[in-house]
């Protein structure tokens, strides 16, 4: 995986929701693991797996906390979702979308199912490559012998929360407007904790093959190339960080100009 001066111990908990990398253990979402059939990704070397029920949750996840940081205010539920449900999100974009002085949408529903499709597309891609880099995170930790305890991640969130959301109603309210679980913040921290760890080894090892910025950014590309390499995703859910994927780095429009396109009413 690439590691660069991104990869830092978050400072606000509104950051951790857009890291690219993350941690294997799914805290309270383990449950949400299904049978091999619905196994989404396999990355050699590893055992874990990503469900369908697992990338819903996450979809969800980033729909919430990219609405509030895109648009300031809760989004509303049902925007996506795994499979999709267009339905469903036509009806969610319709209470965001603004209205002429008639009433009517300034959106066509064509236009609103569009941009759910969009929507769909971008978060899921957001979503899975989030995931898949969770699993390589861990994979790396392993490699170095590196484990995250309770006990830790209990006194690393107490110092987080400390000062931003000192009391449980600040926290219940951050939690509450980007649709998150406790869990989600938890999950995303433990992950945060283990690349800070990760971190000053990598950089020992380019010191040691000779240090430099450009060495620097030649091994992190290898390492993260022999990641993909080694990542295989079910059809239908080919993303970036899948070894099949040939498209651009992103998949574009982001899910924060669309949800700006939806409150905006703007086609495109």
């Known amino acids: 995986m690439r590691i660069s001066s991104e990869h ?11 890291i690219s990398a993350s941690l294997l253990v ?7 693991e299904g049978s091999k059939d619905e196994t989404l990704t396999h ?24 609405f509030r940081s895109s648009i300031g205010t809760k989004g509303p539920p049902g925007l996506v979702s795994e499979p999709a449900n267009y339905a469903g999100c036509a009806a969610a974009a319709k209470k965001i979308v ?19 499709q969009q929507l769909y597309n971008s978060i899921k891609a957001q979503a899975l490559s989030f995931l898949i880099s969770v699993h390589w995170t861990v994979l790396e930790g392993a490699e170095e ?29 951050f939690l509450e407007e ?16 283990l690349v800070t760890a990760i971190l000053p080894r990598f950089e020992a090892k380019v010191k040691k093959a000779g240090g430099g910025e450009k060495l620097y950014t030649k091994l992190a590309l290898e390492r993260y190339k022999a990641l993909i390499a080694k990542t295989r995703c ?35």
Not at 8 to 18: A, E, F, R, S
């Open 8 to 18: 830092q111990p978050m400072k606000k908990l509104t950051q951790i929701i857009t």
């Open 26 to 32: 799914l805290i309270a979402l383990q449950g949400c």
């Open 43 to 66: 990355i050699r070397g590893s055992s874990a797996s990503i469900s369908k029920a697992t990338l819903d949750h996450w979809m969800r996840a980033m729909a919430g906390g990219d």
């Open 98 to 116: 603004p209205r002429t002085f008639t009433g009517k949408l300034k959106l066509t529903d064509s236009q609103i199912l569009h941009k759910c």
């Open 145 to 173: 012998g590196l484990k995250v305890s309770d006990a830790q991640l209990r006194r690393e969130f107490a110092r987080y929360r400390k000062q931003p959301y000192p009391t449980e109603a600040d926290l219940h309210k």
């Open 178 to 193: 980007r649709q998150w679980t406790l869990s989600d913040v938890l999950y995303q921290l433990k992950r945060n904790i």
């Open 234 to 268: 079910k059809r239908g859910f080919v993303v970036p960080n899948c070894s099949e994927y040939n498209g651009p780095p992103t998949v574009s429009p982001s899910p924060n100009a669309i949800f700006e396109q939806f409150v905006q009413a703007r086609d495109s």
